[in-house]
């Protein structure tokens, strides 16, 4: 008998993405195979997002392209995983009656299953969350390269009224420090040289005696030339400790997410963010003084209910205060089954519409200027590959998260981190020039650093 291919599809953040990996080897270990080309699978994987309404709309539309593949010979599955699994359940069945499987983020294990049920004729729906389950034992399936992901958490205790995740993900729980610096020695010994860590809210990390700012630590002392990084801070939850940690580890990279949101107290507390402003900007006051040249981006809601011109222009007073490297701005979506959704969507369309342009157009030029800051500077970039525009330069980032732009060489390659000096600069893009390749030794005099 051929064996039953797999193709995945990923939408939505970076925690999916990792979930992906996991189902992936939850699937070769039955073996499954993999395939890059839906054409040739026999069941294909769809792992969904629900943050907004436009995330739901993408997978329709996605859905409705793959109604052809489905009319063809081999007997094809269909499934939805993720957030949107676990928001709809069944009901995603009843409204697309070509979907056979719907499994949410902590059934993952059982998926196997459930793809038999389909493959016999049936439906297949596992959407039971967990307080305990953390994968913590599978080993996500990981093509080489240099960059990984790895979730420390699962779920969200926040509930931010506007948001589904608390909902679609669970409870908060915690991985083992222990697993997760074993995975980052495999990682190393495969010669990864980027890591990611990633939880909802990662400052709520636990492990019995070990917080956050521990397995920052113990992450950073597997292999100096590995570069760590983290996603998402809570503005709440991110503690001085944390900040030292990052300061005191080379490799640690010098950029905190930490999302604001809203620039209006009255706003915060409708979104139940359980912080001001002021709170806020001293965060952002303490963490400079802790890391230099630390950079930050955000998160931005535009159009929460009630919100009025003046909570908005309070928005870009943050902005233009804490001059932000990065944002990530989007319109106000409600979600059915969240606090927020009982209040009145009330901001009209078109005036979320001109909120956000604002927002973007404002923190493009700040981001510009930021970057045009930065000329004539140095920087340590880890070479990630060629240009997307030519193989006549490669592409990396600072450690600040900069894409930066220089010309190639045989002297230096990809996974190698050089120093350059930077000549030019775009809001979303730097340029530079090489001024040496880092030798080995750099990160072992960092060791004691
Ligand atoms: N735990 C992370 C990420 C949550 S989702 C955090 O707290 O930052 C990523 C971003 O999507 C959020 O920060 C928020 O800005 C945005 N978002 C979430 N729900 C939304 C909604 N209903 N409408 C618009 N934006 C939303
Ligand atoms: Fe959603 Fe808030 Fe949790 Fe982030 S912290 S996932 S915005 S509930
Ligand atoms: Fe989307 Fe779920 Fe992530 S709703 S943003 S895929 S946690």
Not at 231 to 258: F, G, M, R, W
């Amino acid at each position: 008998m051929n064996k039953n291919k797999v193709y995945i599809e990923t939408y939505g953040c970076q925690m999916n993405v990792a979930d992906s990996e996991l189902v992936m080897r939850i699937l070769l270990d039955k073996g499954y195979e993999l395939t890059k080309k839906p054409e040739e699978a026999n069941v294909i994987l769809l792992n969904t997002c629900s943050v907004r309404e436009n995330a739901e709309q993408r997978i329709y539309g996605r859905l409705g392209n793959i109604k052809k593949l489905k009319a063809g010979e081999n007997n094809v599955v269909i499934g939805v995983l993720g957030c949107m699994a676990e928001r709809l359940r069944e009901n995603l069945i009843e409204k697309n009656r070509m979907v056979d499987v719907v499994v949410g983020p902590d059934e993952y294990r059982n998926l196997p299953q459930y793809l038999d049920e389909a493959f016999n004729g049936g439906k297949g729906i596992g959407v039971r969350l967990s307080r305990t389950e953390t994968y913590d034992d599978i080993i996500p399936y990981r093509e080489d390269g240099l960059s990984a992901w790895i979730s420390v958490m699962r779920g969200c205790d926040k509930f931010c009224t506007y948001c589904v995740v608390p909902y679609t993900r669970g409870r908060e729980r915690s991985r083992t420090l222990s697993s997760i610096v074993n995975e980052i020695k495999t990682l190393s010994q495969r010669g990864f040289r980027e890591v990611t860590l990633l939880g909802q809210n990662v400052n709520s990390y636990r492990d019995g005696e070990n917080d956050f700012a521990d397995l920052i630590t113990a992450a950073a002392q597997v292999d100096r030339k590995i570069r760590i990084r983290f996603t998402t801070s809570h503005p709440q939850d991110l503690s001085d400790k944390l900040l030292y940690a990052i300061a005191e580890n080379p490799n640690v990279c010098n950029y905190i997410h930490l999302p604001v949101q809203s620039g209006s107290d009255r706003i915060l507390q409708l979104m139940n963010r359980t912080y001001t402003i002021e709170h806020y900007l001293n965060l952002i006051q303490k963490a400079r003084e802790i890391i230099p040249g630390v950079s930050f981006s955000t998160d931005i809601i535009a159009g929460f209910p009630t919100e009025t011109d003046e909570d908005h222009k309070a928005t870009l007073e943050v902005l233009k205060t804490v001059r932000y490297d990065g944002a990530f701005m989007f319109k106000y979506s409600p979600r059915e089954g969240t606090k927020a959704y009982k209040m009145k969507d009330d901001v009209p369309e078109e005036v979320k519409g001109q909120r956000l342009r604002e927002i973007i157009d404002l923190q493009q030029k700040i981001s510009y200027e930021k970057n045009q800051e930065l000329i004539g500077k140095e920087e340590i970039i880890l070479i990630e590959g060629t240009s997307r525009k030519s193989d006549e330069y490669f592409s990396g980032r600072t450690d600040t998260n900069k894409v930066t732009i220089f010309p190639a060489s045989e002297k230096y390659g990809v996974g190698d981190y050089v120093r350059v000096k930077i000549t030019g600069a775009t809001s979303a893009t730097l340029f530079a020039d090489v001024l040496e390749k880092i030798s080995p030794e750099f990160f072992e005099v960092h060791k004691t650093a």
